[in-house]
């Protein structure tokens, strides 16, 4: 009597536990979830870039505020530029005062435009 070889049984019970139909199942709900992070990370990414250099404008100081942070307090602005409100960080030691002209660098992104302060802060207005 011709006696099997066991290396053949255990190779075929192997073939069987990869193709379960429960596993190919996860392996088809892996995919689709791996696939649905690259696509929400590309949307982000897509939403945040900016588009296109960054343009110069000028707005006006309307107040100021801060921003807790894990690091400390970070003091913001309130500015009035091209006909609304943005808030911006400011760089610690700067000297604006409410009124004052800020100068700030635009930047479109996929959800608008986006502030940040320019290389000189703040100038006062000219004296009428």
């Known amino acids: 009597m011709a006696q099997k070889h066991p290396g053949g049984m255990l190779r075929r019970a192997r073939e069987r536990v990869l193709m379960a139909p429960d596993t190919r199942a996860n ?16 949307l982000a990414f897509w939403i945040g870039a900016p588009r296109g ?4 404008v000028d707005g006006v100081v309307v107040g100021f505020g801060l921003e807790e942070t ?3 307090s970070l003091p913001l602005a309130r500015v009035q ?5 943005a808030t911006v960080r400011l760089p610690r030691g700067v000297a604006c005062a409410k009124g004052d002209r800020m100068h700030l660098l635009k930047s479109r992104g996929g959800l608008g435009a986006r502030y940040e302060v320019a290389s000189r802060v703040c100038s006062r207005p000219p004296e009428a």
């Open 27 to 42: 392996l088809i709900g892996f995919g689709l979830m791996v696939g649905a992070v690259i696509a929400i990370g590309a």
């Open 53 to 56: 250099a960054p343009v110069e």
């Open 70 to 72: 894990e690091i400390g």
């Open 81 to 85: 530029v091209e006909g609304r409100l």
